[in-house]
C-alpha cells in the first residue's frame, strides 16, 4: 500500500456541503474527489506530472 500525507483544512461550509455533493455525484469520497482537482490543477500548471510524481 502506498504512503499518504494528511492535510487539514478548514472550509466554510457552504463550500463542504458543495464538495460532498460533487464527490457524491463522481462515486468518490469527499477525499478522493479533493486529491483529483489538486493533481489536475498541478499538473496543468507543471507542478505534477501525470504519473503523481514532482515535476
Known amino acids: 500500500m502506498a504512503k499518504?500525507?494528511?492535510?487539514?483544512?478548514?472550509v466554510d461550509p457552504e463550500l463542504s456541503e458543495a464538495v460532498k455533493a460533487a464527490a457524491k455525484s463522481e462515486r468518490r469520497s469527499v477525499a478522493s474527489y479533493i486529491e483529483n482537482l489538486i493533481a489536475e490543477d498541478l499538473e496543468k500548471k507543471?507542478?505534477?506530472?501525470?504519473?503523481?510524481t514532482g515535476a
Open 4 to 10: 499518504t500525507a494528511a492535510i487539514g483544512i478548514r
Open 46 to 52: 507543471g507542478l505534477l506530472q501525470k504519473n503523481g
